[in-house]
């Protein structure tokens, strides 16, 4: 990955995010802090300071590895109101320090485990003369390559993650650290009282990109488990003299069909969104909009249907070696990681409101998910329209604020419909496969999600919705065998239940215990 790739966002770096981390999260998650986080960060003031490049190339290499250390032990979501400082001194130079336990950043890696270099982009609030002026990136050295952290830097491990790939995350404090004047990224004077948030925003871009580059890796997410459980379900079989494959049941295809129809068109919609994002680079409103809308759609989606799929494959599907009940665990950081999705969406749906942000308008306003999206926020407008004391008052956080991640996910469901749709429609054969039937059975999906909105609007009876959901899953049933053992996802695949020769190895190299032999071989009567 070469710092191009990471700054001009190109399509390298963007099919890392959707591949990789099904194979490795843990080493997944070390690589988008050290690309995007640190190095983006860094990249963007590489114009004014071509002192920062041999830093990059150092990084660029993996000689260093970058971290990224803003949110803190007592603020998350709010980092705007950090507490860590660097003072200017007299000759130039800062002063590092955490205050207070509170102010102690979490949770990216800091340890020396690593056994190699690693270096931070820290946030910190700017102190001349006394003066805040808010919070600002500083380059810092937290260890060297022999395993000694640097002068004034400590870190507490925390205890490892269920389910996730153990890496070492950890909480960081400074006492009083010295930095060389150079460490402060951007100018020292450059930013004025009345455009305080605006800095900060743009100090933190990298972070909406991997708001959605994280996010992407759901579809490969959904597509490899959706495998898993179906393979598995294939060769599990129930029922004497004559034993039938527990996929048979629609109870068992169901969930497994719906998760790789989703899949599908949740890679269309990443590819578009990526197009969407780049081509709006700079404009955070819109950055925010397109990042903030697919993350909540496609997380809040694959939360619910990975908890489903462990509980079809059983016992077999809680444990890790088996993956899907893992990459569940781990996404579910990612629904923290760069945005708490739920946060995010009360934010943008209170934007829309406000008419301060705007999603894209439906390509096809009569299709049936764009007349479910304008209906539920025409009624929640009017909601609001009812409510006394603003946007901050009792009332909207009563009444609106639960209302957030379904409207942003409506709106959502409909731009994924879209993308597959114009995939579909031009033949599109990059990325993961789809077919008319997948849509349909997307489309059923999302409203079968919502069958009373459909039946109170006059637009089809909860029979109809039945009927017309079980259509769709009948229809993607002669894809179902292909798709499960498509050979392109065989690389991603290594759970030992999918396959009787790989289960029995699995089991001869566990632990076991035995008793003696008994006496005789065989029972007498």
């Not at 007592?74 to 320090?97: I, M, P, R």
């Not at 065989?490 to 029995?504: G, R, S």
Request: net charge neutral; with cysteine.
């Amino acid at each position: 990955m070469t710092i191009e790739d990471i700054c001009l966002l190109k399509p390298k770096f963007w099919d890392f995010h959707r591949h990789a981390f099904t194979l490795d999260s843990g080493a997944w998650t070390i690589l988008t802090i050290h690309w995007n986080l640190c190095m983006g960060t860094i990249g963007s003031f590489l114009h004014g300071r071509p002192d920062l490049l041999p830093l990059l190339q150092s990084l660029e290499r993996f000689d260093t590895c970058g971290e990224f250390l803003l949110t803190e032990l007592g603020h998350g979501l709010d980092a705007k109101n950090l507490e860590t400082t660097a003072t200017h001194q007299a000759d130039g130079s800062f002063v590092l320090h955490t205050p207070n336990p509170r102010a102690a950043k979490t949770m990216p890696p800091s340890s020396p485990h690593s056994g190699m270099a690693r270096t931070a982009v820290v946030f910190a609030r700017l102190i001349i003369a006394g003066k805040d002026h808010g919070p600002r990136p500083f380059i810092v050295p937290l260890n060297d390559a022999s395993g000694a952290m640097c002068r004034g830097v400590s870190c507490t491990l925390f205890p490892a993650r269920p389910g996730a790939k153990a890496i070492d995350h950890a909480s960081t404090s400074f006492r009083y650290v010295p930095l060389p004047a150079n460490a402060l990224l951007g100018d020292l004077h450059g930013q004025l009282p009345n455009d305080e948030r605006k800095y900060f925003m743009r100090a933190i871009h990298r972070v909406t990109v991997g708001t959605l580059c994280l996010s992407t890796s759901n579809a490969t997410v959904l597509r490899v488990s959706g495998c898993i459980a179906g393979r598995y379900s294939a060769k599990r079989r129930v029922g004497a003299p004559k034993s039938v494959p527990i996929l048979s049941f629609s109870t068992q295809y169901g969930p497994i069909a719906r998760i790789l129809a989703h899949a599908a068109v949740f890679d269309k919609y990443a590819m578009e969104a990526m197009r969407s994002f780049v081509a709006n680079a700079g404009k955070l409103d819109i950055e925010n909009v397109i990042a903030g809308v697919f993350k909540t759609t496609v997380l809040d989606y694959t939360q619910k249907a990975l908890s489903e799929l462990v509980d079809r494959c059983g016992w077999q599907g809680l444990y890790a070696h088996n993956q899907i009940s893992e990459v569940w665990l781990a996404e579910k950081g990612n629904n923290i990681a760069e945005g708490d999705f739920v946060v995010l969406c009360i934010r943008l749906a209170s934007e829309i409101f406000l008419g301060r942000y705007a999603p894209p308008k439906p390509r096809d306003p009569q299709c049936l998910l764009a007349r479910h999206e304008s209906g539920v926020w025409d009624e929640a407008r009017q909601i609001l329209a009812s409510l006394h004391g603003g946007h901050r008052g009792k009332e909207f956080n009563a009444r609106l604020l639960p209302l957030s991640v379904p409207l942003v996910r409506a709106t959502g469901q409909r731009m994924a419909y879209e993308a597959a749709k114009d995939a579909v429609a031009h033949k599109s054969d990059h990325g993961l496969g789809i077919t008319p039937q997948m849509l349909a059975l997307y489309e059923s999906t999302c409203m079968m999600e919502d069958q009373s909105w459909y039946v109170e609007n006059g637009i089809m009876s909860r029979r109809a919705l039945l009927d017309r959901d079980a259509d769709a899953l009948n229809s993607m049933l002669p894809l179902l065998e292909d798709t499960i053992n498509d050979p392109a996802i065989d690389a991603f695949i290594n759970a030992p239940m999918v396959n009787q020769d790989k289960l029995a190895a699995f089991f001869s190299g566990l632990p076991s215990f035995q008793g003696a032999e008994t006496d005789c071989s065989q029972a007498k009567l």
